[in-house]
């Protein structure tokens, strides 16, 4: 049985995914989950997600994959990016 982040990883690849450009690899499961919650809207097992739960969800994951925890410069700085930037749409 493929673990959640593998379930997710190949999810994301079949989207088309590049796991993120220059992401240390720590944080790549993080953009994975986040490009599937963005091209689909919905979370891998079929939920509808917002744009701004799935900036959340994308944020909390960088934080739990970094021994900084919340004070990780990086989760924020791309956090914000993905808000201000990335594609904003609302549950269906």
Same mark, same amino acid.
């Given at each position: 049985?493929?673990?959640? /982040?593998?379930?997710v990883?190949?999810?994301?690849? /079949?989207?088309?995914?590049?796991?993120?450009?220059h992401v240390p690899?720590?944080?790549?499961?993080?953009?994975f989950e986040h490009d599937v919650h963005c091209r689909t809207r919905h979370t891998l097992r079929g939920v509808p997600i917002s744009s701004?739960?799935?900036?959340a969800r994308f944020r909390r994951c960088m934080h739990a994959h970094s021994?900084?925890?919340?004070?990780?410069?990086?989760s924020w700085w791309r956090w914000a990016?993905?808000?201000?930037f990335g594609p904003q749409f609302t549950k269906p």
């Open positions: 049985m493929a673990s959640y /982040a593998e379930e990883k190949a999810a994301a690849l /079949a989207l088309g995914s590049d796991g993120c450009s690899e720590i944080f790549q499961h993080c953009c701004a739960e799935a900036a021994s900084l925890r919340w004070l990780n410069p990086l990016a993905v808000r201000k």
